[in-house]
């Protein structure tokens, strides 16, 4: 359950002001068919965390778990950090909204969009740390839909009214917290 859980609101948190929760705004504003745009953001975030969370579970079993331990809390603080660096949206992830229909443009911007994002190095981490792929990817699944369907609903309305710094920062200190206690040895899986 606390890998459901922390998959869930570290991810809800990081995608605040992320660049596809301003894509949710963008396709909104542009389509203004929030159910297509809500689909196509779930099956693409359920393939791309899909994909994430099976690397996560492969590295589990690559890495020797000493190393595994310097990796994940390493990689953790790192997700800190680029956590407080804003996203943009980028002009290529935009212009295939005009090419396809709103499902199709909302689930290959976001698929595309979050290849190497934040959200899906974290979900890798967290797949890797909690050895839990399939209730990580459940629980990062749902942060992307509480931080972007609303964005989808209500848009440009609610963007200027979210205290980004401190979203951020929260979520920055999660995944600090997350580094620094996988470093000290928590979570850690006991063989006897």
Same mark, same amino acid.
């Given at each position: ?99 396809? &229909?709103?499902?199709?443009?909302? #689930?290959?911007?976001?698929?595309? +969009? ?6 899906? *190095? @974290? /979900? ?35 963007? &200027?009214?979210?205290?980004?710094? #401190?979203?951020?920062?929260?979520? +920055? ?6 580094? *620094? @206690? /996988? ?10």
């Amino acid at each position: 359950m606390e890998s459901l859980l922390v998959s869930t609101g570290v991810v809800a948190l990081a995608e605040i002001g992320d660049k596809t929760q301003l894509l949710a705004f963008l396709l909104a504003a542009r389509f203004k068919k929030p159910l297509p745009i809500v689909l196509g953001i779930l099956i693409a975030t359920i393939l791309n965390h899909g994909l994430a969370g099976a690397l996560g579970a492969w590295i589990t079993q690559a890495v020797q778990p000493e190393v595994l331990r310097w990796v994940l809390g390493l990689s953790f603080i790192g997700m800190a950090v680029w956590t407080l660096i804003p996203d943009e949206i980028e002009e290529e992830e935009a212009s295939v909204a005009r090419r396809f &229909g709103v499902f199709g443009a909302t #689930l290959i911007t976001f698929f595309l +969009a979050e290849m190497g994002d934040k959200t899906q *190095v @974290a /979900t890798v981490a967290l797949a890797a740390h909690y050895a839990a792929p399939v209730t990580v990817i459940v629980g990062t699944t749902l942060g992307m839909l509480v931080a972007d369907v609303p964005a989808v609903f209500v848009g440009d309305r609610l963007s &200027g009214r979210i205290p980004m710094r #401190l979203v951020h920062g929260t979520a +920055a200190g999660v995944f600090v917290v997350l580094g *620094v @206690a /996988t470093l000290l040895g928590a979570g850690a899986r006991v063989d006897f």
